[in-house]
């Protein structure tokens, strides 16, 4: 009886576990449901998802020889801040020459509207001659007819006459083509001294170039410049990264991009770091075409045999500036990335327009305002009469680096000569 009424006792315990077991189980499937509706179907995840960045080549615009380095790999450097130095001496020597031949150009600019001022004088001396031929001329005829002049004088007088109109001819001829180079115009305008210009612009850029400044702020990497080597335009020296504009380049595949949108919030995790740092981001926008299409082999489907193979796409979300200054991140390192999809409006491949420049830098701003500066001395010096005004030496120096002061000399030099 006893046995029997055991059975029965653990027949019963055991149908309420299970019981309880199997209310939990459907209780645990319905909250599975509930959290996957409301949730988890609007979470898109990858872990193929990567920091990205600018990397700025400093690049040279010059040949020239390396005497100085001025950062190296995994140094922080700021926007202007020197990175290499070039020898600038035989770019000096190129400004100095541009400097004499502007100088000399003006000069003799100036000996054109002199020659024009001459020129023009010298026709009034010829209209005053042949006024006086022509009156001797009408005097003598009007005698001729008394015999008081003889034929001869009368023939010398007409023929004084002609060639003071020829002289008068030639003098206006002369005028007329010093003028053609001179109307319209004055020193400062005149082509040939634009042309000299430009050329002291050119040298002066040259110079200023000897001197490759940091393009932005950020972490020097992949330097490769080394002292006394001979670089040429275009060849890459170092790289600039700054790590406080990154982003990330998730790779999403083909069949998780339906549901995302521009805008959409990001919530990101970094391997670096682990879960303990959340970053939060927008999806920013979508890559073009999937990874295989840009790739440097790109797949060759109509030919040979064809195996279909799920694609990604990259999806680039930009971070949050304040934690990425909190936590910063390295171009190159492992993300987890989950967006919420809830929000669905709007195209899915929206054409936004371009507004102002996204990225820009300012370090090269001073070369050209510097360069009319020294333009203007020069000019100045040379284009003026007996009181040559005074140049500032600043507008003779082109840029921080140089440190020979001939072209200072050469123009007090002309400033202290008389005309």
Do not use: C
Not at 76 to 91: N, R
Not at 365 to 393: F, L, Y
Not at 397 to 415: Q, Y
């Amino acid at each position: 009886m006893n046995e029997a009424t055991s059975t029965v006792t653990n027949m019963r315990a055991r149908k309420r576990w299970i019981a309880i077991i199997g209310g939990v189980v459907l209780l645990s499937l319905a909250a599975y449901g509930v959290w996957w509706s409301t949730v988890l179907r609007y979470r898109e995840t990858t872990d193929d998802a990567y920091v990205a960045g600018n990397v700025v080549q400093v690049t040279p615009q010059i040949a020239g020889t390396v005497v100085s380095i001025g950062a190296d790999d995994t140094q922080f450097v700021k926007a202007g801040q020197t990175l290499v130095q070039l020898d600038p001496a035989d770019a000096r020597i190129g400004l100095e020459q541009a400097d004499a031949k502007l100088g000399r150009t003006v000069r003799e600019v100036r000996g054109l509207f002199a020659t024009t001022a001459q020129l023009n004088a010298n026709v009034q001396l010829r209209e005053a001659d042949v006024a006086r031929a022509s009156d001797d001329l009408a005097r003598r005829e009007r005698l001729a007819g008394s015999g008081a002049v003889s034929g001869e004088e009368l023939a010398h007088a007409r023929d004084a006459l002609s060639a003071a109109k020829a002289s008068l001819g030639a003098a206006r001829q002369e005028l007329a083509a010093n003028r053609a180079r001179t109307d319209h115009t004055n020193v400062a305008d005149h082509p040939d001294v634009l042309a000299a210009s430009a050329a002291v612009h050119d040298a002066y850029l040259d110079l200023a170039r000897t001197t490759l400044p940091a393009p932005v702020s950020g972490f020097v990497a992949r330097r490769s410049v080394q002292l006394g080597q001979r670089v040429a335009p275009g060849a890459p020296l170092m790289a600039i990264v700054p790590l406080d504009d990154v982003w990330v380049d998730a790779n999403f595949k083909e069949s998780q991009l339906a549901s995302m949108r521009v805008g959409q919030p990001v919530d990101l995790t970094a391997d670096l770091y682990g879960r303990k740092i959340d970053y939060h981001g927008t999806i920013a926008g979508f890559g073009a075409g999937t990874g295989s299409a840009f790739a440097l082999l790109p797949a060759q489907n109509a030919t040979g045999n064809w195996i279909k193979v799920v694609q990604r796409v990259p999806v680039r979300i930009a971070l949050d500036p304040g934690e990425l200054a909190a936590h910063p991140l390295q171009v190159g390192l492992s993300m987890q990335v989950d967006v919420d999809t809830h929000r669905r409006d709007g195209a899915r491949l929206p054409k936004v327009a371009h507004g102002p420049a996204t990225y820009d830098t300012t370090v090269f701003d001073s070369v050209e305002p510097s360069a009319d500066a020294r333009v203007k001395a020069i000019i100045a010096a040379n284009a003026s009469g007996a009181q040559r005004p005074a140049v500032p030496a600043a507008a003779m120096r082109p840029v921080a680096h140089e440190t020979g002061d001939a072209p200072l000399r050469a123009l007090r030099a002309a400033n202290d000569r008389t005309p």
